[in-house]
């Protein structure tokens, strides 16, 4: 089994306060990634009332199924909220616990909402990884900003309970939490908009203590692989029904760059992919 150095990070939590960021494909994406990459995994929904990554994991074996197809699946498990905050903390503890056990890594999907599973589960985290739309709007879960002068007055809400988080993690074990800010859902036009959050978010980044990061841009794939329980990472797979387009090879290649930036290993880039321009769109 490809087990990790007892100080390498072996949880990964996927958070952001605000729904619609793209979270859940961005979780199962990096959970097939780590899992192609050699590592066990097991993965852990706290959004249950939405349960868009435990719904994906089973169109996963759905689809794996009726095409007999061997895809690779993360032990996966799913925590509703209750009224009763210790013990849904508790649950959560023995969620992570038994699958460290058994697994290499662990990622967590926490709701679009701030609750006491979704800080509690941002606590456990070695890595967080934040995917934010790159638009204004979304900005705002991370700091407030003058729009006269476009400079940043503070950070916001969800900043500040990842450094609260940052700092009780380090009191109560020493270790770190490396932040990771993922701008998603970017634009493949070259926009004043675009420029203007990337320096924005630069500064930040310096402020607050993150990793910034490109993403994985607006594509109509991501709808469709939705549906199967399928990620970009699985389109080599012989037996799929879906046929590779210069789109999906470019789309393939923004996963790379993403699990390149985290760290992941990664098989060498066929052919096609290699010889694509990385301007490339679709």
Known sequence: MHRQEPQAPRVVVVGNEKGGSGKSTVAMHLLIGFLRAGFTVGSIDLDARQGTLTTYVTNRES?????????????????????????????????????????????????????????????????????????????????????????????????????????????????????????NRLSQLDARNKRDMEGLLRDLSRRIGFQLIEGLCERVIYREMYLKGLTLLDLREKGTDITLSMSHIAARQELRRLLDALGVPQAAPDSAEAALPSAATG
């Open 63 to 183: 689809y794996a199924r009726r095409f007999e197809l061997s895809l690779p699946m993360p032990i996966h498990q799913s925590i509703h909220l209750t009224g009763q905050e210790a013990g849904d903390r508790n649950r959560l503890d023995d969620a992570v616990g038994g699958l460290l056990a058994e697994c290499d890594l662990v990622l967590i999907d926490t709701p679009g909402a701030d609750n006491h599973l979704s800080r509690a589960g941002h606590t456990h985290a070695d890595i967080l990884v934040t995917p934010l739309n790159d638009s204004f709007i979304d900005l705002d879960v991370l700091a407030k900003v003058d729009p006269e002068t476009m400079r940043i007055l503070r950070p916001s809400h969800y900043s500040e309970m990842v450094w609260d988080i940052k700092k009780q993690r380090g009191q109560r074990d020493g270790r770190s939490i490396h932040w990771v800010v993922l701008r």
